[in-house]
């Protein structure tokens, strides 16, 4: 009796978050400036992420942000020297007018394009569901093998549902999994990796 309450309890139990001495100091880093423990305890690395931004930035990849507001929180001074850039899509004319005439979010028609950049890239979606929806989509369709996604989308179920679509995934990922996160969070937890990773 004690074997199968034993068992059942095996069964429920949550799995521990993947971690690494290099993710346990992003998290230090990020502690100092957010003292959110729950935040913090909700945050989980896929086992290739941190190795994926590091090629990127080495090979000068691409990080494209799904808002202004998320990309001018990214520091770039944390980028190193070869050629890895910050970039935005959301309020570019053609992205405008692509969405208007497939009657699209600009989010989606953002991702779209961004994805067609040469190089690896590294998704940062801290605002806009549809743009982490559309990722999540791709991924169904065609293999993403040269994308990292990190997510720190907060709100409703949606956005929840959406963040555990990403994380059960095959997909490189970072994501802050639950209600919390937001853009400025998702902004700070990418300059604590930055900085960790250079």
């Known amino acids: 009796m ?43 690395f896929g086992p290739t992420a941190m190795t994926f931004i590091r090629r990127l930035l080495m090979a000068g990849g691409t990080i494209v942000a799904d808002t202004y507001l998320l990309a001018n929180d990214v520091d770039t001074s944390l980028l190193g020297q070869n050629g890895a850039r910050v970039m935005c899509f959301i309020d570019e004319p053609y992205v405008v007018s692509l969405a208007e005439s497939r009657r699209a979010t600009r989010a989606e028609v953002a991702v779209d394009h961004a994805l067609t950049l040469p190089g690896p890239k590294l998704m940062v979606v801290g605002s806009a569901p549809t743009a982490l929806h559309r990722l999540v989509q791709r991924r169904q369709s065609a293999p993403m093998t ?22 059960e995934s095959d997909m490189a990922s970072i994501v802050i999994r639950g209600k919390k996160g937001g853009a400025a969070i998702t902004a700070m937890l990418l300059n604590a990796i930055l900085a960790e990773v250079q």
Do not use: M, Y
């Open 2 to 44: 004690h074997r199968k309450l034993s068992r059942e309890g095996e069964k429920h139990r949550k799995p521990l978050p993947f971690t690494t001495a290099e993710i346990s100091a992003v998290l230090e880093r990020l502690r100092s400036e957010c003292s959110d423990q729950t935040l913090l305890n909700s945050i989980h």
């Open 146 to 167: 040269d994308v990292c996604v990190l997510t720190g989308l907060s709100g409703f179920a949606s956005a929840i549902q959406l963040k555990e679509r990403l994380w």
